[in-house]
């Protein structure tokens, strides 16, 4: 009986099929940042985004065999665990002030 490694097991699936599904999630990504209004929807949408890409580079890293892909994945996991808390925070005084968090609702904040 062979044992079967995890770069067996991604070897298994083409590229390709890595590269569409990725594609896809990062189309849905764009497609909800376009077209909604609700503020968390669209910080939801770029989270998306951000996980197609480290989804891309993590099967580019096990194809090619070295660790790069997976460093760079870490490093974008923590700029979004970032930018979940900076939006976050922006979003709960976005609504203290407008009781919204609808995108049109901005436009009546002054300065």
């Known amino acids: 009986m062979e044992q079967h490694t995890l770069a067996q ?5 083409p590229l390709n ?3 569409i599904v990725s594609a ?6 764009v497609m909800g940042v376009l077209y909604r209004r609700n ?3 669209i910080f939801m ?5 951000l ?10 890293g096990a194809y090619r065999g070295d660790s790069n ?17 900076v939006g976050l925070a ?12 609808d995108i049109d609702t901005l436009t009546r904040l002054k300065w």
Do not use: D, H, P, W
């Open 9 to 13: 097991t991604l070897y298994g699936i």
């Open 17 to 19: 099929a890595y590269i």
């Open 24 to 29: 896809v999630l990062f189309s849905i990504g």
């Open 39 to 41: 503020l968390i929807i």
């Open 45 to 49: 949408c770029i989270e998306l985004m």
């Open 51 to 60: 996980n197609a890409v480290n989804l891309l580079l993590a099967a580019f």
């Open 69 to 85: 892909g997976q460093v760079f994945v870490f490093f974008i996991m923590a700029v979004a665990a970032a930018e979940v808390a």
């Open 90 to 101: 922006i979003l709960m005084m976005i609504y203290r002030n407008t009781k919204s968090s």
